[in-house]
């Protein structure tokens, strides 16, 4: 199983990378958010110095998706000096990881984030206060995705560097389910 992780500054587009590279692989892969989990399911704080259940709730989820048969995307801003320590174990123990860093100037970030259909209610002095330049894990083969490129060209970059561009599903819905089988033009029964 594929295990892609996409990590950027708030307003890199790292979320919208990762579900466009999500929707273009399709059933099989499981799209982990670190702000659904964190601020939705946990209603937690971002870093502010407090203990936080977050990274190893994230690294637990990423886990039971993988032992269950899907690829995986996880994404998010995942600070390198909360999340770290946990991503690090996650990537040691799963050979088949992918690791990006969308690199971004903090001007570029509120760029971007001023252009999202629906942004979330931040002032650019709040961004610049989460902004980290170059927090990379110092995992191998950890790749940067410069300010540069293109969506397309990232998308496209992402969904082949990592194997997921031909990698079949393993879960249970896409191998097994009927509604899928049909959608491949095989019968329900085999």
């Known amino acids: 199983m594929k295990l892609v992780v996409i990590r950027g500054n708030s307003g890199s587009g790292k979320t919208t990378v990762a579900h466009e590279v999500r929707r273009r692989y399709g059933r099989g892969c499981a799209l982990v958010e670190q702000d659904y989990l964190r ?14 259940v977050a990274p190893a709730f994230i690294t637990t989820v990423v886990r039971a998706a993988l032992g269950h048969g899907y690829h995986v995307i996880l994404e998010g801003i995942l600070h390198s000096g909360q999340h770290g320590g946990p991503l690090r174990e996650l990537i040691a ?11 971004v100037s903090f001007d570029e970030t509120v760029r971007r984030h001023g252009q999202r259909p629906a942004p979330i209610p931040v002032t650019a002095d709040q961004m610049r ?39 079949a599903p393993e879960t249970p819905c896409p191998v097994q389910c009927p509604r899928c089988a049909v959608k491949r033009g095989r019968s329900s029964s085999g």
Do not use: C, K, N
Not at 93 to 103: D, G, N
């Open 39 to 52: 601020r939705v399911v946990l209603r937690e704080h971002g870093s502010d110095g407090t203990p936080t």
């Open 129 to 167: 206060a989460w902004h980290t330049p170059m927090d990379l894990l110092g995992a191998p083969g950890e790749q940067i995705i410069p300010e540069a490129s293109s969506f397309e060209a990232t998308v496209t970059e992402i969904l082949h560097s990592s194997g997921l561009a031909g990698a």
């Open 93 to 103: 123990s799963h050979p088949e990881t992918s690791i990006y860093w969308m690199e």
